[in-house]
Every structure is written in C-alpha cells, then in structure tokens.
C-alpha cells in the first residue's frame, strides 16, 4: 500500500482486534517488569466440588459448636481443587489449589483460609504462590494477602482479590474466580 496512515491503521486495528479476542490479558497470566521489581497477574477460575465421587474438598475437623451454627463455626476443611483459565471445568489445568479453610467467624459466613497456588503450566510451571487471610464469602468481591511463594515467586507479596463466579447448592460445585497480583524483586 502506498498510503503509510492506512497501513499503520490496519496494525493499530489488527492488535486490537487480537488482543481483545484473548481476553484481557491475552493469557491466564501476564508480567510487568518495572526497575528491580515486577509485577506478575495471574487470572484462574477454581473449581471447588463439595461432594460426589469426584469431591475436592473434605471437612477434615470440627468443633462441638459446629452443627448448630449458622456459620459452620469451627469446621476445617481440606482440599485440593482444579484452577483453569476459564469458568469452564473441560478448560485446561493450569494450577492445582491445595489449602485449608477454617470457619472462623461466629456471626457471619468468613473463612480463614491458608491456600497455595502451584501452577502446573506455562513459564511459571512448578512455583507457587501462597494466599491467606479472611475471605467473608457471602461478600462479591474479596481481597487476600499473598504471603510468600516459590520457585518463580521467591519472597512474592501482593494481593488476590476473589469472587464467586457460579454455585450449583444441588451439586455441590462452585466456581471462584481469582485474580492474584504478586510483586517480586528481580
């Protein structure tokens, strides 16, 4: 093409075009490399099956309260769930999410929780990031801390913020969505 203004629209375009088609980061996770520093977005849909032949989380403990609270106060809960880069549970793996939850609060439905997210694919494969703190779940938007990690995030801090993307009470399954931002020195 003769006209440069056309032909530097259509690459304009084209990358857009491109990059919303992926989505808003183009992958499940994406890095951003200031100075010493980089920032690392991860973006999973967790995949939690309370029940059935395939559960993924079991209550391990409880407390003599338990049965008669509202909360569930003093039940734990172990598991090891399926995180994928989309909602849907065919979607490729790309981390598994292995933790405790405590029930922990006597008036209103939060969880103290101690997960690690080990990433089985792509560039990061073989870390983990470690997230804690309280998750009040009947809330729609969460915010944990990330408290360390592994490999790839050696001495990571940062923050997840979660949401319940779907539940299923009958069939025991939910899909929390998280999106964990983790800063570490480079």
């Known amino acids: ?34 100075g010493r520093k980089q920032t690392t977005t991860l973006h999973f849909y967790v995949h939690d099956v309370r029940g059935g032949p395939n559960a993924t989380l079991f209550a391990v403990a409880s407390a003599p309260i338990t049965a008669n609270s509202p909360t569930r106060f003093g039940q734990i809960n172990v598991f ?5 880069a989309q909602p849907d549970i065919n979607s490729p793996e790309v981390a598994r999410v292995q933790g405790t939850t405590t029930s922990a609060d ?20 073989g870390s983990a990031v470690s997230v804690i703190g ?36 009958a069939t025991n399954y939910s899909v929390i969505e998280y999106t964990i931002y983790v800063t570490t020195r480079v």
Do not use: H, Q
């Open 80 to 84: 090891d769930d399926l995180a994928t």
């Open 134 to 169: 309280r998750n009040a779940v009947t809330e729609d938007e969460r915010e944990l801390s990330v408290a360390g990690g592994t490999k790839a995030f050696r001495n990571a801090r940062g923050y997840a913020i979660t949401k319940s993307y779907s539940n299923d009470p």
């Open 1 to 34: 093409m003769k006209n440069p203004t056309i032909v530097l629209l259509l690459i304009i375009c084209g990358m857009l075009f491109s990059s919303a088609a992926a989505g808003p980061t183009g992958t499940w996770s994406n890095t951003v490399r200031r």
């Open 106 to 125: 006597l008036r209103v439905r939060a969880i103290a929780m101690n997960v690690n997210f080990f990433i089985t694919a792509g560039e990061f494969n």
